[in-house]
Nanobody, 119 residues
Framework: QVQLVESGGGLVQPGGSLRLSCAASGTIFYIYTMGWYRQAPAKQRELVASITSGGATTYPDSMKGRFTISRDNAKNTVYLQMNSLKPEDTAVYYC?????????????WGQGTQVTVSS
């Protein structure tokens, strides 16, 4: 059984920073791409950033500049550094991982962590 567990969310003032972490555990043979998504109330889930096993990153244009994704392959962990946060960044942030478990290659999701940007 594979689990992804996010941490690091919380309440932060506008202009502040947060660092999210997501650790994958269980029977994992290989992790391909890991990513962060977010979903604000009444909005669709959107991509924030993704990173391949080799370290290549992808950011939608709207996310470039303030968000940085990184990963530690030895720890099966992906991070999201968020700077200069704005109220519109308030959302539940989810990580996912495209990985090979003991049977299949499939995408797993974490349970989400709330990020609230407010004064």
């Amino acid at each position: 059984q594979v689990q992804l567990v996010e941490s690091g969310g919380g309440l932060v003032q506008p202009g502040g920073s947060l660092r999210l972490s997501c650790a994958a555990s269980g029977t994992i043979f290989y992790i391909y791409t890991m990513g962060w998504y977010r979903q604000a109330p009444a909005k669709q889930r959107e991509l924030v950033a993704s990173i391949t096993s080799g370290g290549a990153t992808t950011y939608p244009d709207s996310m470039k500049g303030r968000f940085t994704i990184s990963r530690d392959n030895a720890k099966n962990t992906v991070y999201l550094q968020m700077n200069s946060l704005k109220p519109e960044d308030t959302a539940v942030y989810y990580c996912n991982a495209d990985l090979l478990d003991s049977v299949w290659r499939k995408t797993y999701w974490g349970q989400g962590t709330q990020v609230t940007v407010s004064s």
